[in-house]
């Protein structure tokens, strides 16, 4: 896409109805740009405009009509942003970028849940193993007490 002033629909296709979707676009920090998503349902129409920036990547979050039938379309605009590196060296007339439509599962890409089973699954283990180490492998000062070791003193 060409880096001043360029601009490019993406059709959506596939959506389920009402469901979350995220659209994400990631483009290299060595050209500084600035992009813009916007959701539309015709190419005239101005439906949604959620920009949220972190790093370098664009992010919009919306939610899928009722209608299969119904698409919708994102539309991006670029534009430079900065100060170019080098003063006498031309700058990039093009810009490499990435964009990705996620369906969400309460708020996280449903790609992105084996690692939080993968994260629970491990917290479980680091409780979980050190009750069945031997007592010597234990720290001398968090050896746990049994109901043996107590005694009476009267």
């Known amino acids: 896409m060409p880096l001043q002033g360029g601009s490019r629909f993406y059709q959506l296709q596939g959506l389920k109805p009402h469901t979350w979707y995220e659209v994400k676009i990631s483009y290299p920090a060595s050209i500084p740009a600035s992009f813009s998503i916007q959701l539309k349902r015709s190419k005239s129409d101005v439906m949604l405009n959620n920009n949220r920036r972190l790093l370098n990547t664009e992010k919009l979050i919306f939610k899928s009509n009722n209608s299969q039938e119904e698409f919708q379309l994102v539309f991006v605009t670029v534009e430079p942003e900065g100060f170019p590196a080098k003063q006498h060296v031309p700058e990039r007339q093009f810009i490499i970028f990435n964009i990705v ?54």
């Open 101 to 154: 439509c996620d369906e969400l599962l309460f708020g996280l890409p449903r790609e992105a849940w084996w690692v939080v089973a993968l994260a629970v699954l491990g917290l479980g283990i680091a409780f979980t193993v050190p009750s069945f180490l031997p007592l010597y492998l234990l720290p001398k000062n968090q050896v746990p007490r049994t109901n043996d070791q107590v005694s009476k003193t009267s």
